[in-house]
Antibody, heavy 116, light 107 residues
């Protein structure tokens, strides 16, 4: 069974840093590109970042470019999102998702709250 | 960035109704479009990819059509478990933008 489990969320002050993790199981992680998608409270979905299967290609939304870094460790079946210089508007549930044609599996989400 | 719009933003319907949701891209995206269903407090669920291909396990009452800039998600014979918010997403070019969502609620 495919599973994606996020961790690392929490309450952080503006300007702080947080690292999200997504542990994958039930499939060959190294063969798939992965995404981070977030959803602010009561709002829609926002694509955040993408990383290819071999980490050779990465993309970021303009809203996080220069502050967030996506990475992965295929040996550990894990995806990461390093978030620096956090702002109030980064408050959201962060989902990791697997790409095939569309995003076919999603984690349960990890809540990040940026507040003083 | 490609901008995605959806209409209506919300629709009230009854069990057994047919519901149609429209998604429009600000530029042509061929058939690189997916539809997702999201229920409160849950992660989105992929319904359709490549504009019209049903994801495995998704009931056949869901269907998608369109190409280029205009796309449609149709739900035939609405069931109680279909009351949710629906999002389209283009994966033609980065950033892979989502539409703002359409909430389907009970009339």
């Amino acid at each position: 069974e495919v599973q994606l489990v996020e961790s690392g969320g929490g309450l952080i002050q503006p300007g702080g840093s947080l690292r999200l993790s997504c542990e994958a199981s039930g499939f060959t992680f190294s063969r798939y590109s992965m995404y981070w998608v977030r959803q602010a409270p009561g709002r829609g979905l926002e694509w955040v970042s993408y990383i290819s299967d071999s980490s050779s290609t990465m993309y970021y939304a303009d809203s996080v470019k220069g502050r967030f870094t996506i990475s992965r460790d295929n040996a550990r079946n894990s995806l990461y999102l390093q978030m620096n210089s956090l702002r109030d508007e980064d408050t959201a549930v962060y989902y990791c998702a697997r790409e095939t044609t569309g995003l076919d599996y999603w984690g349960q989400g990890s809540l990040v709250t940026v507040s003083s | 960035a490609i901008r995605m719009t959806q209409s209506p933003s919300s629709v009230s319907a009854s069990t057994g109704d047919r519901v149609t949701i429209t998604c429009r891209a600000s530029q042509g995206i061929s058939s690189y479009l997916a539809w997702y269903q999201q229920k409160p407090g849950k992660a989105p669920n992929l319904l359709i990819y490549a504009a019209s291909t049903l994801q495995s396990g998704v009931p056949s009452r869901f269907s998608g059509s369109g190409s280029g800039t205009d796309f449609t998600l149709t739900i035939n014979c609405l069931q109680s478990e279909d009351f949710a918010t629906y999002y389209c997403q283009q994966y033609y070019s980065y950033p892979f933008t989502f539409g703002p969502g359409t909430k389907v609620d009970i009339k």
